[in-house]
């Protein structure tokens, strides 16, 4: 039983391991910035620090901040095959939360009544 626990705890820290991997590869692709993200957290940049370098326990709720954050699922955050080519990708192709539920608004003159609908 101990060696399960010990193996459960190992993969629990291999997992955050690769979690602030990706969290700093997405940082360097999306020039975002640390104090953002340390804010976005609501952490001071200097415990972020700490954390990005796995100097610090992260908690499922910092986790779930750092996807809000890129607009990426928790999963993401885990993917062992990121490359910064794939991340690029995925940031790309991430909705931001614009507060319309993903609806698109067109601009001035696309009124139904301009437009013959």
Do not use: Y
């Amino acid at each position: 039983m101990v060696n399960t626990m010990l193996r459960k705890t190992n993969n629990g820290l291999e997992r955050q391991k690769i979690a602030v991997a990706n969290i700093n590869l997405f940082l360097a692709v999306s020039h975002k910035k640390k104090k953002d993200l340390a804010e976005c957290m609501d952490k001071v940049p200097q415990a972020l620090s700490k954390m990005l370098q796995n100097k610090q326990t992260w908690f499922f709720e910092d986790m779930c901040n750092a996807a809000d954050f890129f607009n990426v699922g928790i999963d993401t955050l885990v993917r062992t095959d990121l490359t910064p080519m794939k991340a690029e990708q995925i940031l790309k192709t991430a909705a931001p939360d614009d507060g319309n539920g993903g609806q698109s608004v067109a601009g001035h003159g696309f009124e139904p009544w301009t437009s013959g609908l």
